[in-house]
């Protein structure tokens, strides 16, 4: 089965509302990272977080490495948050990163 | 801020064809990586590399091979290719394997196999 699990799979937003996004691992973990991915884009890092809580401007990631999963919290959204969110996870005893499906955000004006 | 380049960005290839894919990194990271991703499945690692002259398995290797001539370059290569590896691949680097090396990735390359 699929070691990270994201979801939603999908949101739509109207502009202002807040976004959760949620991912949870099959396997205990090292570390892990969330991704963001303009549509047709490439993919850039938002968060390393290999636990506790970090925040940027808007957004916030909370990762409980003993439970294995990880959340991130985007406030007040806006149209060019728009895209698809990936979280990966570093599996204990490996440096690889394994990828979710991730979520595709849609912020509607 | 670290640049990772891909060439071809967009590619149609005839089933059966060879087809390189290249990666070019000038941070002079170590660790460089290719990944395939599809719709529904996220990016799945197809072969990575620690260093120049060393290439490993990812979790979906068959049907492709990678070179690592040196630091900075790392290709991808489809020997035979087949319409099942029409996708986006995406190239990426880091510095090391530690934790909190976070990965640096290319504009992705875009093939169709016909």
């Known amino acids: 089965g699929q070691q990270v699990q994201q979801s939603p799979t999908s949101l739509v937003l109207q502009e202002g509302e807040n976004a959760e996004l949620q991912c949870n691992f099959s396997?205990?973990?090292?570390?892990m990272q969330w991704f963001y991915q303009r549509p047709g884009g490439s993919l850039v890092s938002v968060f390393y977080?290999?636990?506790g809580t970090k925040q940027s401007g808007r957004l916030t990631s909370t990762t409980v490495i003993k439970e294995r999963r990880s959340s991130l919290h985007i406030s007040s959204s806006q149209i060019t948050d728009s895209g698809t969110y990936l979280c990966a996870m570093e599996p204990s005893g490996s440096w690889q990163l394994i990828f979710g499906s991730g979520t595709q955000l849609t912020v509607m004006p | 801020e670290a640049a990772v380049t891909q060439s071809p960005r967009n590619k149609v290839a005839v089933t059966g064809g060879k087809v390189t894919l290249s990666c070019n990194q000038t941070?002079?990271?170590?660790?460089m990586y290719w990944y395939r991703q599809d719709t529904g499945h996220g990016l799945r690692l197809i072969h990575y590399?620690?260093?120049?002259?060393?290439?490993e398995k990812g979790d979906i290797p068959d049907g492709y091979k990678a070179s690592r001539p040196s630091q900075e370059n790392f290709s991808l290569i489809l020997e035979l290719a087949t319409p099942s590896q029409t996708s986006v691949y995406f190239c990426a680097s880091r510095m090391g394997s530690n934790s909190g090396n976070t990965l640096y990735f290319g504009e992705g390359s875009r093939l169709i196999v016909v």
């Open positions: 977080n290999p636990s």
């Open positions: 590399s620690y260093g120049a002259g060393s290439t």
């Open positions: 396997t205990s973990l090292n570390s």
């Open positions: 941070n002079n990271h170590n660790n």
